[in-house]
């Protein structure tokens, strides 16, 4: 089994999404600087203000540094905090997909096209229409169709969003009443819209029943990551406040998904996120943690290891801590 490996060391990495393109593995990661701003709940701290996407043709083996791919100072409608990204290609064209907070200090999604999957990346003059809250992941189905999961409680603002509309004063739902979810929606042939109203992602516990807001050990918190494996669909997610990387499988791209266990137990720092690829006959955990940095929360590095499964496939857990 391969060690854990931190991937780049001249600047700090965080939130990698990582697809094969043209046989290589291009990693999208948030690019987080020292902003001197105080940690809180809001995420304040996470002030970052570009992405570099970074690309190897083996695992083992030397990460390209591509250089800038997006500034925010680019992006007309650009208030702060360029938080985790993901790529998709199609037709020849890549798409990235990122949130940032507008001039009103709100969240959306934004996206961003470039000819080539390291960029640079040329962003629209607007958001996508309905977008809300952060982390955005884009899923390819094997029948083509394309999906984004997206949504991450505290600084990222769900929780100031029921039935897609903003309310009047956010708030988590009473321990007893089922956890905010992701969400879904299926995108547009163009790339550059929702193709539906999103829908919420139902995770399930054992006994068929929707996980409940006290359920930190489980709940989605943020992060979000889909991939299929043996035909079912594994969205993966962390638990935020509990630090944890967990997933559910369902039959579908929408759900619901029934909890499986966890990927990766905490590591040093309060931020966990990943995502999940098959790369020449394995397959690999890309995540981020704060070691390299002494243990600041804001200051996060990217590193892989693989990831396994049993024969009924539920994913082997990995130890977070296991430096
Ligand atoms: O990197 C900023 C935020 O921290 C991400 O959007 C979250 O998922 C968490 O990793």
Redesign the pocket.
């Known amino acids: 089994m391969m060690k854990k490996r931190y991937l780049v060391e001249h600047m700090y990495t965080?939130?990698p999404a990582v697809h094969v393109f043209n046989g290589k593995l291009f990693i999208y990661p948030?690019h987080?600087v020292e902003s001197g701003i105080p940690e809180n709940d809001l995420?304040d701290h996470?002030d970052?203000r570009d992405y570099h996407v970074f690309s190897m043709e083996d695992i083992e083996g030397e990460v390209t540094d591509h250089g800038v791919a997006l500034d925010v100072k680019d992006i007309p409608w650009a208030g702060r905090q360029l938080?985790?990204s993901d790529c998709a290609c199609k037709n020849g064209k890549y798409y990235l997909y990122f949130?940032l907070k507008d001039k009103t200090d709100i969240f959306r999604i934004g996206v961003a096209v470039s000819d080539k999957p390291e960029g640079l990346f040329v962003p629209q003059d607007a958001p996508m229409k309905g977008s809300y809250s952060?982390?955005p992941c884009v899923f390819e189905d094997e029948d083509g169709a394309f999906y984004m999961y997206f949504g991450?409680l505290w600084?990222?603002q769900l929780q100031r969003y029921r039935n897609n509309k903003a309310i009047e004063c956010g708030h988590e739902p009473k321990d007893y009443e089922p956890a905010l979810p992701s969400r879904v929606v299926k995108l547009n042939d163009n790339m550059l819209e929702f193709g539906e109203e999103p829908k919420e992602v139902v995770i399930l516990d054992e006994n068929g029943d929707v996980l409940k807001a006290s359920d930190h050990d489980r709940r989605f918190f943020?992060?979000s990551w889909m991939h299929k494996y043996q035909g079912k669909y594994y969205f993966s997610y962390?638990t935020g406040n509990t630090h944890r990387l967990c997933y559910a499988v369902g039959d579908n791209p929408y759900g619901p998904f029934t909890y499986r266990g966890v990927i990766l137990t905490p590591v040093v720092g309060w931020?966990?996120?990943h995502s999940i690829v098959e790369f020449k006959g394995k397959w690999y955990l890309f995540h981020h943690d704060s070691v390299p940095s002494g243990g600041k929360t804001w200051l996060r590095s990217m590193k892989v290891v693989e990831m396994k499964y049993d024969e009924s496939g539920n994913i082997i857990t990995i130890d977070g801590s296991d430096e």
């Open positions: 965080a939130d948030s987080d995420g996470f970052m938080w985790d949130p952060i982390d991450g600084g990222g943020e992060a962390s931020t966990t996120h």
